[in-house]
Antibody, heavy 122, light 113 residues
Framework: QVQLQESGPGLVRPSETLSLTCNVS??????????WGWVRQSPGKGLEWIGG???????YSNPSLKSRVTISVDTSKNHFSLKLRSVTAADTAVYYC??????????????WGQGILVTVSS | DIVMTQSPDSLAVSLGERATINCKSS????????????LAWYLQKPGQPPKLLIY???TRESGVPDRFSGSGSGTDFTLTINSLQAEDVAVYYC?????????FGQGTRLEIK
């Protein structure tokens, strides 16, 4: 049974870079055909899809965030990561990593990690 | 972007009664090549991640009680919860995966009357 767990700082200063990692257990990123994804949830904007990455490193992301987002994968560690640059208070949210339910660039998500609250504040 | 609009924003239903949540997309979610609607439903309880209930608009995820059902076509979809149980209190979301960016509805809060 695949499980995902987010990790990273819970507090980031404005204008700095948010960095999170999603550790995957119970399954191999490199032996899947999934675009492993990131979704965030803030009180103001609800659930927002950030983007996803294939084990080969191919990525795609939400155009609303694309200029600030980098998603990467490390198959040797069976994890993938998110970097969001130049953060503001509007980036305060619970960040989830999730596995798609089907292959391809569009999909539902199941399962999800437990989520990590990231607060942007000085 | 496809905009997903849920209604109502909140509702209160008595135990044992039926709850109905609607989701409308700004464009059709039907792929004619496979005749599937690219729509999923989730529930979310406080402090927990969303949990998948339904995909392909009407296919129940394994382990989801059969009192949950999804229906609809084109741009209009419905999640129905028959015989409401106390543990069904949650926020419910629809999500389209017809195209990127993947988008979600704003959520519907379901409470017990």
């Amino acid at each position: 049974q695949v499980q995902l767990q987010e990790s990273g700082p819970g507090l980031v200063r404005p204008s700095e870079t948010l960095s999170l990692t999603c550790n995957v257990s119970g399954g191999s990123i490199s032996r899947s055909n999934y675009y492993w994804g990131w979704v965030r949830q803030s009180p103001g904007k609800g659930l927002e899809w950030i983007g996803g990455i294939y084990y080969t490193g191919t990525t795609y992301s939400n155009p609303s965030l694309k200029s600030r987002v980098t998603i990467s994968v490390d198959t040797s560690k069976n994890h993938f990561s998110l970097k969001l640059r130049s953060v503001t208070a509007a980036d305060t949210a619970v960040y989830y990593c999730a596995r798609p339910g089907i292959t391809g660039t569009t999909h539902w998500f199941d399962p999800w990690g437990q989520g990590i609250l990231v607060t942007v504040s000085s | 972007d496809i905009v997903m609009t849920q209604s109502p924003d909140s509702l209160a239903v008595s135990l044992g009664e039926r709850a109905t949540i609607n989701c409308k997309s700004s464009q059709s979610l039907l792929y004619s090549s496979n005749n599937k609607h690219y729509l999923a439903w989730y529930l979310q309880k406080p402090g927990q991640p969303p949990k998948l209930l339904i995909y392909w608009a009407s296919t129940r995820e394994s382990g989801v009680p059969d009192r949950f059902s999804g229906s609809g076509s084109g741009t209009d979809f419905t999640l129905t919860i028959n015989s409401l149980q106390a543990e069904d209190v949650a926020v419910y979301y629809c999500q389209q995966y017809y195209s990127t960016p993947i988008t979600f509805g704003q959520g519907t809060r379901l409470e017990i009357k």
